[in-house]
């Protein structure tokens, strides 16, 4: 079974910066496009960055662009969310996924940005 297990989440103030982590297992890492998601409350799910298996493509939604990176070591079977300049609307839970065939979700971490 799939299984996604994200960390790195906390409380940091507005313009700070956190790195999330997504430890995959239950299917083949390397050959995998992910994605990482964020949902904030009374919101949908959305869609916050995507990255090819090799890693050599990304793509992000407009309001993280130009402050969050993604990235992932294949040899570690993880995926990285590096978010700079944090605002108190980035506040979330962010979750890692699979681009295609997302049957699981796992537990989120929670993303707080205070003012």
């Known amino acids: 079974q799939v299984q996604l297990v994200e960390s790195g989440g906390g409380l940091v103030q507005s313009g700070g910066s956190l790195r999330l982590s997504c430890a995959a297992t239950g299917f083949t890492f390397s050959t995998t496009a992910m994605t990482w998601y964020r949902q904030a409350p009374g919101k949908e799910r959305q869609l916050v960055a995507i990255i090819s298996s090799d890693g050599e493509s990304t793509s992000y939604a407009d309001s993280v662009k130009g402050r969050f990176t993604i990235s992932r070591d294949n040899a570690q079977n993880t995926i990285y969310l590096q978010m700079n300049s944090l605002r108190p609307e980035d506040t979330a839970v962010y979750y890692c996924?699979?681009?295609?065939?997302?049957?699981?979700w796992g537990q989120g971490t929670q993303v707080t940005v205070s003012s």
């Open positions: 996924n699979r681009r295609f065939w997302r049957t699981y």
